[in-house]
């Protein structure tokens, strides 16, 4: 019924380019796109696309992480999203209850991309509703899915027809402001089980020793959630609170903060601990700055270390305390104190450690070295000061203190083939344009420490071995490499055997592939053939020697055609130029 909807909508819908745009999302989980909003110029390929969807599967639905998702991966330019051209954006958000994570943070995302959120489902929470869209106009209950028809035309109506003025009212009144012509960006998103973004997923999740866990925490190194918790007590007086306040305004100033970056919480204790702000309270380093410059000294005795540890635990470092912890982000503790404390330190410090938490200290000299000692996380992760005059003195060493190693994180592992066109079918200018889309992939996947190896290869009417997999192992050589690839010309691109080219000869180990070790393979192939039916059979052939196949079509070539080559529908992409195709690398990591 869901997928009726959808192609009904689309029916209805102006499809082009230049017009209306349209991706799908299906999330239970996790939210994965089915297609983005450049992946599809006509309305036919729309309805193709859409009448291919299958279920995921999945009984968790995660509305909040899904709204994250689209805003991040869905309405930004790379995925096909005008909104930089103030372009109108619309979600059409389909659920069958209560999401079962909270959906205020993503809630707030969705409102900060400027997007129109519409709301459809069975026994809809109005309160999380209200939340996700703008007004309760945009919100449509029903008692079945097959109550969706009597929906379409409110919905067609709705976004065909809501003027700029309208939405800049509405933004207005109810969020951020935004203007646009007649253009509309759709993205429909609903309940069903998906995947994380491809490249990232393939090489951890095929790798041997894939941790999802590990993955998460390798995904991003600037993600962070920090806590200061800072002694209030009247050992440290309001002299003492005032040099605290100005060191921790000083290190946010060089944190990168965001909802997606650095997230930064404070607790204040002395007999009790009280919680300043969580660490999704303020997301924007002006915010986060302004309220730390209004931070006071509570005052109070005694001097309860151990208890403030349990409660930053139980508090701020879990998910409704704006914590990712369950994501793997890495979790850091930064203790500033003056006096011993009058409770047990050691086993609410032993906790905080068994939940990977990084603790750190900054404690001057009416500190019990010994106590201190038991809480931080390793013994360079004290910093010792005589009074907090000195503070100033330490802010760049606590800074570097946060570059930590992640416990267990997992270096990425990959062997990845590039295929390009060789032919007149992209022509030498655009070939350049190609080598630099390789080489922007290469510079986005690979980060030092990584075991990433690439090949490179061109077709026309036969295959030209650029360099094997075995040849270079940094990202610098790999990248001049790609750069010297000459164009070879030819009116004649055969796809097929050039295809199983890779197969026979870069994807074993001769040529310095690690197929036989379960190293994920990874094959990368760029074409403007109009047909790719000879393609498809090698492509098949490939896949089944375990090789992950991403298809890139550039030009004329129909979305269709190019799904036949890749794996599956996620890894096929269709562009209309190559420069298109430089524009979206970050969809692919």
Excluded: W
Excluded at 219 to 239: A, C, N, Q, Y
Excluded at 380 to 398: A, K, N
């Amino acid at each position: 019924n869901v997928r009726n909807l959808i192609e009904k909508l689309v029916e209805r819908l102006d499809v082009s380019p230049e017009s209306t745009r349209v991706a799908v999302v299906q999330y239970s989980d996790n939210a994965r796109a089915d297609f983005l909003l450049n992946a599809h110029s006509t309305k036919q390929e729309v309805q193709n696309a859409v009448q291919r969807l299958r279920p995921k599967g999945g009984n968790v639905a995660n509305t909040g992480s899904a709204l994250e998702y689209v805003s991040r991966n869905i309405f930004t330019k790379p995925a096909g999203s005008r909104i930089e051209e103030k372009v109108p954006q619309f979600l059409i958000l389909t659920s069958s209850g209560p999401s079962a994570d909270d959906v205020g943070e993503g809630s707030v995302r969705i409102r900060e991309s400027e997007v129109v959120p519409y709301m459809i489902g069975k026994n809809i929470n109005r309160e999380e509703a209200s939340k996700i869209t703008l007004h309760e106009d945009f919100i449509f209950p029903v008692s079945s899915f097959t109550e969706l028809p009597s929906l379409e035309q409110k919905l067609v109506s709705s976004v065909t027809t809501l003027t700029p003025q309208e939405i800049t009212k509405i933004y207005e009144t109810y969020g951020t402001t935004t203007t646009g012509k007649e253009r509309k960006d759709v993205s429909i998103t609903y309940f069903y089980k998906s995947t994380n973004p491809p490249i990232s997923k393939v090489m951890y999740e095929q790798s041997p020793s894939f941790n999802s866990a590990q993955m998460k925490k390798c995904v991003d190194r600037e993600m962070k959630d920090v806590v200061f918790l800072i002694d209030g007590s009247t050992t440290t007086g309001p002299d003492g609170l005032a040099r605290i306040r100005d060191f921790i305004y000083y290190i946010v100033q060089n944190l990168n903060i965001g909802t997606n970056k650095v997230r930064v919480g404070v607790v204040q204790f002395s007999n009790d601990p009280v919680t300043e702000f969580k660490l999704n309270t303020y997301l924007t380093k002006q915010s986060l700055l302004e309220n730390i410059r209004r931070l006071r000294l509570r005052g109070g005795a005694p001097t309860n270390i151990g208890k403030a540890l349990e409660y930053v635990k139980r508090n701020l470092f879990v998910k409704d305390g704006g914590s990712r912890i369950e994501e793997g982000v890495p979790q850091h503790l930064v203790l500033l104190t003056g006096g011993k404390s009058q409770d047990d330190v050691r086993r609410p410090a032993r906790v905080l450690g068994d939940a990977n938490v990084v603790s750190l200290a900054v404690a001057t000299s009416g500190a019990d070295r010994t106590q201190i000692e038991s809480i931080v996380s390793d013994p360079r992760y004290l910093i010792s000061v005589r009074d907090f005059t000195e503070l100033s003195r330490i802010q760049d060493t606590l800074l570097k203190s946060f570059d930590v190693p992640l416990p267990g994180c997992q270096m990425k592992q990959a062997d990845i083939i590039f295929l390009v066109d060789g032919s007149i079918n992209l022509g030498r200018d655009n070939f350049v344009e190609v080598l630099q889309f390789v080489s922007g992939i290469v510079d986005a996947v690979y980060e030092e420490g990584d075991s990433v190896q690439v090949g490179l290869a061109q077709y026309n009417s036969d295959v030209t071995d650029e360099f094997f997999l075995k040849e270079y192992t940094d990202r610098e050589p790999i990248m001049e490499a790609v750069t010297k690839a000459e164009y070879k010309g030819g009116r004649v691109a055969n796809l097929g055997p050039a295809i199983r080219h890779l197969q026979d000869k870069h994807f074993v180990s001769s040529a310095g592939s690690r197929i036989g070790t379960g190293v994920p393979q990874i094959a990368f192939i760029i074409t403007g053939a109009k047909s790719v039916d000879e393609g498809q059979a090698a492509a098949l052939s490939l896949a089944s020697k375990g090789v992950k196949v991403f298809a890139i079509g550039v030009g004329s070539i129909t979305a269709d055609a190019v799904s036949k080559i890749a794996s599956d529908a996620p890894s096929a992409f269709r562009v209309r130029n190559v420069q298109d195709a430089n524009n979206f690398c970050s969809a692919l990591q």
